[in-house]
């Protein structure tokens, strides 16, 4: 059991790991492409790759009569309208505060649980939302009291937020029949089917037009085959194992990762402000699990 929830917050981490960065391979795409572009791209490269490798792998489970509808809300919210938010919001927006203000999930997500799945939220789960909550706010606003970003990308980003709480809950329900393997590979399928009629309308004399480097083909690849795929996967394995609240907690993390990428990547500076949040962030996120891990020993 230990060694399983070990594999378990490894599987987070590098989860987190590859969301962190898909921050920062989004600014570079940015560079030839349109969000909904972006985004269609993605899953177009990341739908057949799953599917081909489930058939063979025969890791894709039917989806029982009944749940169609289920499946159906959760491509809806996640990739949907999820990707729409973000991609949109990270336009106006510095990686670093995007992911950020992604980490507020967790503090909304124990709310549906308790009330959906009777997730219990004890001492030590609160202390660790309010610690991170003041790290987040030390990030997303300046030394002047002003904002340090759009207030639209703001918006945009916090919509995405309240679809991320959303999402954890339908996954939450469907985790209980079907493998990580197979929600992913659904829900791709099915938010590949919202996104190619906005990408003709919206998006497509404008691709015709471009000539992408090499960089952001490299980006494009690369966020299709991790964040988009890889890393949901380890996310729904551990939504199964140990809790919707549990698993969101460990997006405090993504500012970390964030920050790190972005100033090596992007040359965005880590000011101690920063640096201080982030750090809340993760005592936050570590108070929060301490109880649990008591319990559980």
């Known amino acids: 059991m230990k060694r399983n929830l ?5 599987g987070l981490l ?35 790759i799953m599917f ?3 058939k063979h792998l025969k890791k894709i489970q039917p989806i029982k009569k009944g749940h169609f509808h289920l499946f159906f809300w959760l491509a809806f919210v ?11 919001g990270l336009q ?3 990686p670093t505060v ?27 789960f609160i202390l660790g939302l309010i610690i991170a909550f003041i790290g987040v706010l030390l990030v997303i606003i300046r030394e002047d009291f002003t904002l340090s970003g759009s207030p639209m990308g703001f918006g945009l980003l916090f919509m995405a ?22 929600m992913v590979t659904y829900q791709n399928l099915l938010g590949l089917g919202g996104f190619i009629p906005l990408f003709l309308i919206v998006d497509l004399k404008h691709v015709l037009t471009v000539i992408p480097t090499s960089d952001v083909m490299i980006s494009l690849l690369l966020l299709a085959l991790l964040p988009t795929t890889l890393a949901y996967i380890l996310y729904a394995y551990a939504v199964r194992e140990i809790g919707a609240a549990n698993a969101s907690m460990f997006s405090n993390i993504l500012p970390v990762f964030t920050a790190v990428f972005a100033w090596l990547f992007l040359g965005e500076l880590i000011t101690l402000r920063v640096l201080s949040g982030i750090l809340l962030v993760i005592g936050g996120l570590l108070i929060s699990q301490l109880k649990k891990r008591r319990v559980n020993v």
């Open 161 to 182: 937020v309240a679809v991320g709480v959303v999402y954890t809950m339908i996954l939450k329900r469907i985790s209980r029949d079907y493998s990580p393997y197979t």
């Open 92 to 94: 106006t927006v510095s």
């Open 6 to 10: 070990i594999l378990v917050y490894i």
């Open 98 to 124: 995007a992911s950020v203000i992604i980490t507020t999930i967790p503090l909304f997500t124990p709310i549906g649980a308790h009330y959906l799945f009777k997730e219990k939220m004890n001492r030590f």
């Open 52 to 54: 081909a490798v489930g």
């Open 78 to 88: 996640q990739p949907f309208l999820y990707f729409i938010c973000e991609s949109f």
């Open 14 to 48: 590098i989860a987190m790991g590859f969301w962190g960065i898909s921050y920062i391979w989004i600014k570079i795409v940015y560079r030839a492409y349109n969000p909904i572009t972006m985004v269609t791209f993605r899953l177009l490269i990341a739908t057949p």
